[in-house]
């Protein structure tokens, strides 16, 4: 029995709000029970200066958590500096949405998410991820029906889910709860037609085997194609 | 006639809602029209380093502008550093409460408040300190029914409101189109019971009069007073 | 009676002494009794980008302190970075001198004013403003005699002073002793013909009332009325 | 045909060699073909802040790359201040590590590693793992060798390996020329035992396949049996 | 002949001014001709960390120029940081300093000397090792009269200058003009009894010669014999 | 007797290995004795912003410790900044090599140095300058040989060699243990053909005298002439 009351493959309560920042040009609130993170996308007409005169354009995300998102607090970034964590979950975000955009259909452009945790229960990074690809598509549907762009440069969904061994079982979307004692901990990004695009999995303590790792991923595309439906129905 | 159809003496949608963080020992979500700002206290049972052993505590508060909150894309305070503005707003949210705190009373204990503008329009610092008021009050309260100290040391409410001569007249509770045109801008903080805690008033062009200063005061005690009355009824 | 034995509406020794920096184009060094100010102005032939082509000028201001400047050493600004104190300070001297200098007059070109304190007992900003503006003046006035401008951009005088409530009581001008003891502490920034440009007055303790606040704006109308004349006295 | 002209399950030439600093407790050279990495390790008397009294120990990793230690030279970290990546790098080494470790039987000290890529040829990480591995091995040898600690707190070995889908096939220990035109890129950290520690996979373009993961993980494997061998063969 | 009209072996005029600074145990205001450097002594009841308990005392010192000392505007070091020239020259003050305190005597405390230049025309750390030997000096004088040590812990006095190939000709004491154009340039620290402390001597283009050495050697020998009288006088 | 059993006049070993980087344009691993230090050459067509325009070229030079290159592992530099004793390594390197290196010559390009110290035992700054003459030959003379450049823009060679008076007696090139004690410590920089180009001598303890440093002097010219016979060997 998971502290939650919830079955093992079942994950939290998922929603995913458009429209709630009024001057971004795409944005999405996205809770995963209690965890909740505010996605906004910015549409910028410039490239990275590495990028300029390829014919290409670029997604790229920062992430970061407000000091009271989380039970103790934490010192604020804009005092302490970004962390080490946030730097590694914001390129990942932008990974993850690279991989289902057409840069060169996007053109020299650039789209800038933005990711704030604004309260923490356990899986942020994958909460952030999944309402960033609102966030973007929002954003990009914006640039067709502004005339800013012909076509829409976004060729896939992409999500993300956690899966853990938690007391020696697997267990879909750790919470906090779950996730400070999890055996193992992954995190899964699959596309909607459920192409893979990243894996991380970490044992905590002892090493973890083939078969454990086989049920993460399998609960992973399960979770992962529920999100995804939740997605495209954000757009309905 | 003003850009959002107000008249001169008056404000914007006000709403205070509390309870809006889960981990918080207080907190309150402050909109003052579209400038939407989070408000969280967190109780800390040590003092800064340089008030221990003196028998008082001390409330202090932290300012930051999520990167999107703006017209514009602001860079993330994490990368650039925190802002002077961000450090002169914090600071005066500080001294504002500190103003209606029996320090003694609290202890040798410390109150840090973090206000995070989500969206802003306008007024982020005068939403700011009233909104970091409530969450103040929310967070003593639960400390006095949790028995973690004996009575509530806030010994009045205290608010914020901004007055600018905008087209050479006096208007209340400016938003970003007024204040961005404002001849004058002034920021009032002003207890439950009248008094005066902070007013600064900055000529943006031309000086002001005494006469002018007169009346922008006059429509910031108003102001106050009708915010006071709000913060009253978010405990209620 | 004031510890310095002066009267309530008496302000230290001024001095205004211009030509003290080699190098610069104008310069001052602005003493109020023990408070040492060194004010330099420098002639920028370009603008802050973020100006460019919009064919005006800019003012602005740097201020610091020397490490031993206060009573107890100050740790030195280029190792703990600048203070927040020091980056509100600033912001305010650069404020005031704007709104005494016609910005499309001065065209495409910035000033820039340094402010180092040599010496602290109180007041340091407003000894700031008052000896900044001689150092702009100074340097304007070199400027036409030199022929880079045609006319100088200077439309006024600007001074400042400190009022407060001291041991019940307004005073005018406080030094060190007064300043960290006075119940309220304002500040006010007035040009030559008598207009407002800022004022900040801060509650210390108990809030301030309307009475209390008009005292001490009339004191700093009759301070500032004086520094005018001096600064006025300093080029003949 | 790989452009190195090795087969697609054919690791780098190898090279372990011990005792390369005089005044670490424990070093390593790691070459995997052209990337070379120091690795050297530190014994420390003391744990980390947050450990203390909780009668475990640490094991912690620091990663950096010298100036030209690839093609075009970087900007030097000192003054760039540490990458993202390298920081996350320096993570994974870490929880490696310590998966390999009895903290408890470490007692209240901490380990400290410091991997310096001395040239890069792709898969730095990967040699940094391994060689980090043999310094620390050497390390607690040292410290049972010279009584400061009872018995060796090591209790398996750990390596790593990059595979990736190159040219559309599988292929084992990706070199620069791979790793930069690679569709997916994949990091693998096994133990001695054939446990699974970490695993890090990441679509670069197309997203991948299950079939196309297996075939990684399975090369993985084979490679770091490889690795495991040549670390026990560097203690022989 | 030189630029200033002085003969080979003459120095600038010198001045040593002491108590000018109402908050510091010690100060002096030094000035080579147009380089003026305001160097205090702050008295410490505490050594660094890393020198407790060792019955030994420490002087340090810091070293920053005005934005404004130069001919062009430096940018402020406390938002550029301290330059690597500012360390590198308050690192020789320091030692220079120390080379004639009986660090034993001094005991387990810290004289901290702060150099700031408000005008540099060249000599700036000449002139600000010269200035910071009479404010030790001056403090340790008030350490005495105060009763806070029994005895003055400076065994001798000491002073720096420059010396330079300008021209192909030795010369003493350069100044800015000189400076910029020296083939060698040369700083030399020496004690009141004529000791060598430090010796720093640098081609700027062409290598120089051992008896082009000898002659700033015996040059600077001759600048420092003046510079001790005058130090002395400062006493009298 | 000296520790190591060297006789006054002699070096510790001398090695400079060629060609040890792969990416760099020219390259050479240092050793004196157990002190090793990487250098490698990059080659940048472009010369910084403040030397555009005038026809020459520039020498620069970036040094480094890696942190357990010493007996008690330092705070590595990319978490703790540049420190200054490495800022004042590293101009002094460039300076050196500046001084043998005709930048008319060398045209509107840089040559950009990277030392750093695999472990320390005395003298890196000496070894570092040493090698980084081989380093910056090597990349002129694959300059001159792939085309880029017609000549080879270096007039001499360079090198460095550190002196001491170590018990009382003057002493060659000293070894971590001698430089800890000595009571005076010397840096030369000497060039092929004999001339100085920098000198550097420092009192550790009581001042010294002109005949100790005479005799530091003549050891030094004798060690650089060894040791621009070895840089000289090094390309045959």
């Known amino acids: 029995m998971r502290p939650s009351g919830r079955s093992f493959n079942e994950m939290r309560a998922v929603s995913l709000e458009r429209g709630v920042a009024r001057h971004a040009e795409g944005s999405c609130l996205v809770k995963f029970g209690d965890t909740h993170v505010l996605c906004t996308a910015t549409w910028d007409e410039t490239t990275p200066p590495w990028l300029r005169g ?8 920062e992430y ?11 010192k604020r970034e804009a005092k302490a ?8 979950i914001q390129r990942l975000i932008g990974r993850s949405l690279r991989a289902v955009v057409d840069l060169k259909a996007l053109g020299e452009r650039q789209i800038l998410i933005d990711c704030d945790v604004l309260q923490a229960d356990g899986g942020t990074r994958t909460a952030a991820v999944t309402g960033a ?17 012909a076509a829409n440069p976004v ?5 993300a889910v956690s899966c853990g061994i938690v007391n020696g079982a697997p267990a879909l979307d ?3 709860a779950e996730d400070s004692t999890a055996q193992t901990d992954a995190n899964f990004v699959i596309t909607g037609r459920g192409g893979l695009v990243e894996i ?4 905590e303590g002892a ?3 083939d078969e454990q790792f086989a049920a993460l991923l399998s609960l992973a595309k399960e979770g992962c194609a529920g999100l995804a439906a939740r997605q495209k129905a954000a757009f309905e």
Chains 1, 2, 3, 4, 5, 6 share one sequence.
């Open 54 to 61: 390829q014919g290409r354009g670029w997604v790229t995300a």
């Open 133 to 149: 690809w609102v966030a973007l598509e929002d954003c990009c549907r914006w640039a067709v029906r502004d005339g800013v762009i």
């Open 174 to 176: 750790l919470d906090y």
């Open 207 to 209: 090493p973890f085997s």
């Open 64 to 74: 970061g958590m407000l000091p009271r998102s989380t039970h103790q607090r934490m």
């Open 155 to 159: 060729v896939d969904s992409v999500s």
């Open 81 to 88: 500096g970004q962390s080490g964590r946030s730097q590694e």
């Open 200 to 203: 991380q999995a970490t044992a």
